[in-house]
């Protein structure tokens, strides 16, 4: 018999992610056939078309010229308070609700998950999100002492199923007497879907109803590709209504840097809360900076410099702002060739409104993606299908490639 020395808790703890092993796979490919017999649909990243991973040239400008003081400094654990107050203007973007609003640095939108998770769940708790979501939502939540349970995103008409998002709010809600919430919108990831202002209505008539009874609802929106999903009216209108909630309905959003400034490796980020109530909002500053000493200490001055710096300076921010809106551009482009060739050969690809990802519903995603391999296409699978990151894959090999996921679907699925 082995000898064991890692606690209890830890047992199961055995990571297996499929991003990066897919990833894996992808890059074997290349080094055996070359980059340009291989499609690398796997990674959450925007790559160039000449399928470089791609970085705006105003951010790699200003953290150039940074003071050196400025990289290497100890950052105070709550964030740079230049860095928090462009966080706060850059969610709301001119639709910021009534209503009180703190933020504490976190590392990554990774961080702001898991600060959302540890100070608003309750230990053996479930939190609730969508039957497609992003995996690691649940490793978090198994690191914890919580568990993750989902409601069906989409009915039959593959519309935001608003019904049975209520009916497991309700059947938790029975159970346990908090509830913490991830929606993860606009360009929800891995389908590319975006909860509409009626989606949105839905759900906080939902939650409206169980705080009338009493019960504590946290919602934390998970707005890392919203700056990929449309302007900033079209992206951000839904956040005003979120204005004068009950003191026991909470609004949290997870802020990231990673995609907005193709700075993915920085591990940069926000946990942004909103309420009605001074004490609430208190109570949020202190707890999530206390887990951030405890967990990570504090992040990356250099990182959260940079973006102060840009968002200061008029002309710096108009540049800033003019290469993402021609990446934005690319991916909204790829996408959309995607979804038009998948109509045209039958393919049922699940709503796509904008993002880095799609998804392709199948009953052994496994089998799928490895098929996909014969044709040199590397995807993601997933529980309840294949992920299609259309941000890492230049536009001539986009063509044609719903035609060989349908292939491979065929091949496996009927």
């Known amino acids: 018999m082995s000898t064991k020395m890692a606690a209890s808790h830890t047992e199961n703890k055995v990571l297996n992610d499929v991003i990066f092993a897919a990833s894996g796979a992808a890059q074997a490919a290349i080094k055996e056939h070359g980059a340009a017999k291989v499609t690398n649909a796997t990674l959450g990243a925007i790559f160039d078309e000449e399928e470089k991973i791609a970085c705006l040239p105003t951010v790699e400008k200003v953290f150039r010229s940074l003071p050196m003081n400025e990289v290497i400094s100890y950052a105070p654990v709550a964030g740079l308070p230049s860095y928090l107050d462009s966080v706060k203007e850059i969610v709301f973007a001119g639709h910021r609700p009534a209503g009180y609003v703190e933020a504490v640095a976190t590392s990554g939108g990774t961080g702001a998950v898991h600060h959302a998770i540890e100070n608003y769940s309750e230990v053996g708790d479930a939190v609730l999100t969508s039957d497609w979501f992003w ?20 009915d039959d008409a593959l519309c935001f199923n608003a019904e049975a998002f209520a009916r497991k709010v309700d059947d938790l809600l029975q159970r346990q007497e908090s509830l913490l919430v991830i929606i993860n919108t606009p ?85 942004v809360g909103l309420s009605a109530s001074r004490a609430v909002m208190d109570e949020f500053a202190d707890i999530n900076k206390f887990s951030s000493r405890a967990t990570w200490s504090n992040i990356n001055r250099g990182a959260m410099a940079l973006l102060a710096t840009i968002q200061q300076d008029a002309a710096l921010l108009a540049q800033y702002e003019k290469e993402r809106e021609a990446l934005y551009q690319i991916v909204r482009s790829r996408g959309a060739l995607f979804m038009q060739e998948a109509d045209a050969c039958g393919l049922k690809a699940l709503p796509y409104k904008a993002g880095f990802f799609l998804a392709v519903p199948a009953k052994d995603p496994k089998a799928v993606a490895e098929k996909l391999h014969e044709d040199l296409v590397f995807a993601v699978p997933l529980k309840r299908g294949v992920r299609i990151a259309v941000c890492g894959v230049a536009t001539p090999k986009i063509k044609g490639l719903a035609a060989k996921v349908k292939k491979a679907w065929d091949a496996v699925e009927k």
Not at 145 to 150: A, C, K, Q, S, V
Not at 190 to 204: F, I, Q, R
Not at 216 to 242: Q, W
Request: aromatic residues 14%; hydrophobic residues 40%.
């Open 135 to 154: 995996g690691p939502y649940n490793a978090l939540c198994q690191n914890i002492g919580r568990r993750l349970e989902t409601y069906p995103l989409f």
């Open 187 to 271: 360009a929800h990831n891995p389908t590319g879907y975006s909860l509409s202002d009626e989606d949105w209505d839905a759900v906080l008539a939902a939650v409206r109803e169980q705080a009338k009874a009493g019960k504590r609802i946290s919602i934390l929106v998970d707005i890392a590709y919203i700056e990929y999903s449309g302007t900033k009216e079209e992206t951000r209108g839904f956040m005003e209504k979120f204005a004068d909630l009950p003191e026991n309905i909470f609004v949290m959003f997870a802020f990231s840097m990673s995609k907005a400034y193709t700075f993915y490796g920085q591990r940069t980020g926000a946990i």
